[in-house]
DNA sequence: ATGCAACCTCAAGCTGACTTGAGGTCAAGA
DNA sequence: TCTTGACCTCAAGTCAGCTTGAGGTTGCAT
């Protein structure tokens, strides 16, 4: 059982808690990549479970697959990441929480004075911003203050 | 021009920066309630520009329409909301938003302490917790550190 | 009276992130 | 050898939160 075993997809599965079908979907969207056996099933390298382990911390983070592809492919190409690579995307990580934080904050700032002075003008109020929303959203679901 | 006239669904559309569409959506979903003239065109209260309003703010915090079909179903029915109501569904959203100022510290202190050691063990790794997620998400979208 | 913007309905499409199903193959133990 | 479970592909479905389009009607200003 060496270190650089390849494992099959199921192993990969129950290792990281994903689904098999969303570990395909993954590798489709190129965010993983396996070799083939004689039999045409997949084989994963052992370090894939950190690849897909830092996938789903970032999308906690609230990244989409097309934010965390940028993020992986900044690695060097078919390099397996370092710790110095980690720490890296890590700390960029780090930053998007930051942010996020802040912009919580704001709101909640913002929510206090709505309540303080119970104004109710809603169609006024900082919380709610015509102009700031004006063609930012687009279809599909609205994230979190984003 | 009182304040308790009707406004066709255009007026509504600009007075909160929604799309016309959306506003037909939300009706359907209940959200809001309109009645018809003779000729079928619907016609709004005033007041929903304040309740699409607060929709659009529970939305900026994350909330999907059903919660916050929810929120408003809890305002007596067919009363138009006062201030107090008002106070009463901001104050369980600031504590929304408290919640999630404080899931994301907790997330950022735990990346501290991952980039801290460098330890790369992801799947031991405190951040990403395969229990914690087993059979929590479900399809669709996957909202920040939910 | 007429023109035209604003309104109507209903069905279908879209994005993201997957899952489900049908129909078939592979590999390892009894 | 046989069986069973893990694996394969491809197409289609799902959910939220809308938008887009086709084809038709209203209502207000001129």
Redesign the interface.
């Known amino acids: 059982m060496n270190r650089n075993d390849l494992i099959p997809i199921g192993v990969l599965a129950r290792?990281?808690?994903l689904a098999v079908s969303a570990i395909r979907y993954y590798e489709e969207r190129g965010l993983v990549e396996s070799i083939r056996t004689g039999g045409n099933q997949r084989r994963f390298l052992r370090s894939d479970?950190?690849r897909l382990?830092?996938i789903?911390?970032a999308?906690?983070?609230?990244l989409g697959l097309a934010e965390i592809e940028r993020e992986l492919a900044s690695l060097p190409k078919g390099r397996t990441p370092t710790?110095l690579d980690?720490?890296r995307i890590?700390?960029s990580?780090?930053s998007e929480?930051?942010q996020?934080?802040q912009l919580?904050?704001r709101?909640?700032h913002k929510?206090?004075e709505?309540?303080g002075c119970?104004c109710?003008s809603?169609?006024r109020?900082q919380?709610?911003n015509?102009e700031d929303?004006?063609g930012a959203a687009g279809p599909?679901?609205?994230?979190?203050?984003d």
Chains 1, 2 share one sequence.
């Open positions: 290792r990281t808690g479970i950190r382990s830092f789903l911390i999308q906690k983070l609230g710790v980690w720490q890590s700390r990580l780090r929480i930051d996020r934080i919580l904050t709101t909640r929510l206090e709505c309540i119970g109710l809603l169609d109020c919380l709610y015509k929303r004006a599909g679901p609205r994230f979190v203050l």
